[in-house]
């Protein structure tokens, strides 16, 4: 937590017109939550949503460290200005500051042998870091480095002991490479004597990627130097050749300086797609001064604002653990645009947003699942410009696609399905205002039918995706019914009766690939034979042949959303269904799999840490059992959350993970996108008090609720009673209250379950 | 020469309201002159100062082929979209198009090997090339090319044999490479059916040159496919990978079609520094439909417009070689600026021209000596630009330098002094209007006082660039001293004494470096030690150790055109002065000098076929020995100039060796830009009328004229006799007349000069 002295935090909230006694949301963020492990999350400051994420990178090549921080790393590179939140893939780590003392090094050195580089020692107990803000000392310059976020620009201050040869060196060769990405050019420009510009193409999991950047210095620069390939770029006596600017794959600047003790250098930093002249924009727009204290503040002012639209009660870890949830919930997707409205297109070409502002980083496989049904109801106004920044990349799509996993101007063809669909879907049925929908549903229509994404023509065809044709048949086939589904339901409440049957029939794929033999979803090739032999636990996906994504059959079987009563009936009925989860909760045998370490929260064969199970605990209150589904959402909620650096249990995905949190606390998750129902599993925090976009307020309540107290006995909505365990989206929107009472023993609330349709 | 069909050439001229008798001075122009050897033009077609050049490549590596064309080259790569006209080093050759029959080659093969690649035989029997029009028949595929080319965007016409294995390849790899350069990054899209745009990056003489192109096919595609490093970009069945885009280092796009017997296909091509987008646009702008002969001829008949700015009497050849000239003097600076205004500056921001067209490659170490004095003539308004262009470079400099050898975006560096000054100053008091003149003073004199460029701040100092600190010290000097006579002259019409003082004292410089002693130009130290030993003769441009810019002592003793008389005075006074100028045109020594073969026209150690001696023949003037001049004028016009292939002895250097052409068939030459003067030679047609862009006219007669009486005998000015061989500036623009009477002998006339301040 930190601390500001008690005078200027007094100053800072009179400012705002609060007494000092007032709860500020924002000082139970722990960014470091989720940077021991699988969680991926970095702990640098960024505004919500922003472009820019300010933070210190100790690991570039290892992929279990996508976000560049690792809490268990002994030595930190430096501090880039752009990093992913939770992904479990590496990239960014676009343009790396390094304070030193003494001969600048050059080079990073290695993990091993940080004295061959800059690669500097820490230690946690020099280190804080809080909503928008962080600050280390490293050891071997003796430079404190504090580090603030706006929205596409940010500030560092690193405060020197007295030397003669202090220095700032910006690697722009740095990235997060994971050893396979690189930075194939790049180009420096001394614009005057405190402020440099450059740019770098990078080729990474973003196949082709420019950033530019600006950093202004407080002092004018001692010195200043470019490195190109090691060698400082100067003039040679033959021809001219400016030391101003260079070109090259590998430049790096260096600025030079004498400091007195305790001295403080500040740089204002800015990035853009566009250009450096729009970096230069964005960062005079957002920092005209000189004030880090003051844009700390005004960035933790506004995560006191995004936090607020949902108020809990709850202990101190309570409130850590939720807001720090909340927190990473708004990381992502990240603002992709420059003050002037221009953005890079997925075309490579500049646009300008008209009349939306343009957002990038859609992990949806991930996403669709909880964070964008939490936006839809706490952030629609964001949520429809994500909508809007995907129907601008259909249109600029030579494909004509929605994005799959789009990265800043690029797709990256990650994971399966075309998620973007139930993310439009569910915002149009929630009544998210803002996009124009007879284009969302040419773009989702015109995703869910393109002959050349994998096999949806075959699939479309056959019922089915054939494994002896495509990777990963089942998963498709069954995200592709879900995804169906949802364009069935978009259909049908436009009145587009021949579509909405059209894909009401696909949504029903999932059927085909079910085996009674084996009760489980299997692969069927193209003509109709299953794959043999069959291992239910098998989950390979490094080999890249399983049928399965980042899955064994046994987690994927459960993956019919849209249509649970039909899986239920399939795999013998309620009975026979909940007693197969409960079987699936205690397997061991694909414990053993390898190449899949950075999924753990295993509870037997389901694995908290990746999303294909993030649905299924409350599969149970469909099958008329949520007092199972209370018991392991408790387990997970108290063994995969909390305030710690390790207690996320895997990639937080951009938001997801922690995603789950929130609505797990509520006491209900969207299980099913795209219709208009949450399904209720049991509340973990006594109240909470949404803000809802529409301007009503909800107020969920759990009477009762305990260490022991963890069941529902029973539920009022609205002041009725609700014994189905289904909570209709028009119930909570209308300005709501749900009281759960809670007891210590499994009730007969939701026994009998109606399932919605 | 081009000939069309009698019918559509009337339809033509009957457009034009021209009789088809009326002479088109179009038809004069000879693209081929100076392909063979070492002109280094290209043959492909291009609008006046055109943005594109299409033309076809026979090397890509050689530096003497620099502009990819060598007339004795028994093989084509290709046609690619961008050419340098006539320089010594190569770059360009964006984006070449490649017909084939046949399974597709992706590589091109070698000269010695072309059957291992798409390379092709042709004839010169089966080629043909007029300003605007090119055509050649590929006699590997049996394809017969034709290109024409608007400013910005330009079409090829293939016409191929009935074939099912017809292709039109592009590859994004081949750039006039020289072996040194090359495309560090790109991209391609197809758009849709008939459509790809894409991109590359360049590292090359211009160090970071991103280009975008677009191509529209005249039938879509059968087939369309990419290729990464020679392997076709599909689905691969695991993850989705678009086959419509890629990016990457190696690309290639290969459009495949079934043929019919002689079915042409058409292709609309265009360039945009800037994006895709605008390359779209400008295709779209610039050729809306497919009319191949339509653009042909508006290509064509612009050139009627620009070439008539000089009209001539004189015999087929004699018009052949002047409007040859004319066309080279013509094809550069290029416009670099989009329909939209857009251009992409120097600084590498977008930026949107304001109220001036941009230009870039700027030869300026070339072009100030007679090109831009002729566009101050009679291209003024194009003048401006170019000079708006500079300004622009300027502002956008991180040096605050003016161009050296500007070339899209990047500075080369290229060649020695600050000659954009030369070309402001030149224009400034030659009335050219249309920019900023206290903002050009500005950047002038910053450029001449710049400290970081070469050394000028020691020169400045000491009054010499010393060379133990320097290399080609001597030239660097000279060409200040020059330079800086022209700042002096600005700063002296604007009022500015002081800094008339300085500058004045500056051109001096040229004096330090007379060594009495041999009667030369010679390098000094900065101890003021001349440099022994010293070889009058010796040229070491490959060592890069000289104290001369591609040139001797003895060449560059010459070079003091702001104080001749100054000169002569050191060298003993004008019967000196002249012997010693006999002398030049008779040394063998330095012929045998290694690394120079492209610098041909040698008579003695003049080398017309470089820059150095393109003023020395009209020293004679000075000396009071016009008919010397007279002489060997003749034999370097009759022998260095001419309308075929091989007819041109030194690069043609962006038009600079063309333009001494036409200022010495007039009978004048500006020695000295930033003068009010030109030097009267001996004109070398009977008559010529100049359109000046102040809308006067002037006409030059040289009566009785011929191939004996190449002598000045007399000159009426206007209807006054001049006896003093100097054309004052005023008198020619007023809208004058000057009329020569030739001899057969050298008269007195011009024997008593008075040299002009």
Known sequence: ????????????????????????????????????????????????????????????????????????????????????????????????????????????????????????????????????????????????????????????????????????????????????????????????????????????????????????????????????????????????????????????????????????????????????????????????????????????????????????????????????????????????????????????????????????????????????????????????????????????????????WSLEANETWCMVGYHAVPVIVDAFLKGVKGFDISHAYEAIRTTAMNPHYDSVATYAKLGWVPFDKENESVSKTLEYAYDDFCVAQMARALGKKEDAAYFSKRADSYKNLFDPSVGLMRGKDSFGQWHSPFNPHSYDETAGVNDFTEGTSWQYSWYVPQDVPGLISLMGGKEAFAQKLDQLFTFKEADQNKGVSDIQGRIGEYWHGNEPSHHVIYLYSYAGQPWKAAERLREVVTTQYGNKPNSLSGNDDCGQTSAWYIFTCLGFYPVCPGSDYYVIGAPQLPKAVLQLSNGKTFTMTANHLSEANKYVQSVQVNGKSLDNPFLRFGELTKGGTVVFEMGPKPGSWGANPQIPK
Chains 1, 2 share one sequence.
């Open 1 to 404: 937590m930190v601390k500001l002295p008690f005078f200027i935090l007094t100053l800072f909230l009179l400012a705002l017109g609060q007494s000092p006694a007032a709860e500020r949301l924002s000082d139970y963020v722990r960014p470091f939550v989720g940077t021991e492990g699988e969680g991926n999350t970095y702990p640098g400051p960024s505004a919500p949503f922003g472009m820019v994420q300010l933070s210190p990178d100790t690991d570039k090549e290892i992929w279990e460290t996508a976000s560049g921080y690792e809490y268990s790393d002994p030595t930190i590179f430096g501090f880039s200005l752009t990093h992913l939140t939770g992904t479990g893939i590496p990239d960014l780590g676009d343009f790396l500051f390094v304070p030193q003392i003494g001969e600048a090094k050059l080079m990073s050195g290695t993990k091993g042998q940080p004295e061959s580089g800059y690669l500097s020692g820490y230690s946690h107990n020099d280190e804080m870091a809080a909503a928008g803000y962080y600050k280390v000392k490293l050891q071997k310059p003796g430079v404190t480095v504090e580090l603030t976020a706006g929205e596409r620009a940010g500030m560092m201050r690193m405060t020197f002991p007295a030397s003669d040869k202090a220095s700032v060196l910006v690697d722009l060769e740095h990235v997060l490479s994971g050893k396979k990405w690189k930075v194939v050019w790049s180009h420096l420009r001394i614009e005057d004597n405190a402020t440099v510009t450059g740019y770098h193409m990078v080729t990474g999991w973003a196949k082709e990627r420019p950033l530019y950047f600006a950093a202004r210095f407080s002092r004018p620069f001692d010195k200043a130097e470019i490195f190109s390939e090691g060698k400082p770029v100067i003039y040679d006596t033959y021809r001219f050749r400016s030391a101003k600017e260079a070109m090259g794959p590998s430049l790096r600047f260096l600025a030079s300086y004498q400091t007195k003790e305790q001295e403080p250098i500040l740089i204002k930093v800015a990035v853009s797609a566009v250009s450096a002249q729009n970096a230069l924009k964005n960062l005079e727009a957002e920092i005209p001064g000189w004030d880090f204290d003051g844009l700390r503040e005004s960035t933790r002012a506004r995560w006191d604002r995004e936090l607020a639209r949902i108020k809990i009660e709850g202990s101190q870890e309570e409130k850590e653990t939720f807001y720090t949830s909340l927190y990473h919930t708004f990381l992502a997707p990240n603002l992709y645009e420059d003050v002037t409205g221009e953005y890079l297109g997925f075309d490579h070409n500049t646009h300008k947003a008209q009349n939306f502002t343009n957002y990038t980083v859609f992990s949806l496989w991930d996403t669709y699942r909880a964070t964008h049904p939490l936006f839809a109801l706490i952030q629609a106004r964001r949520d429809a410009d994500m909508i809007n920044s995907m129907l601008a990349h259909y249109d600029q799509s030579v494909e004509h696609m929605l994005p799959i």
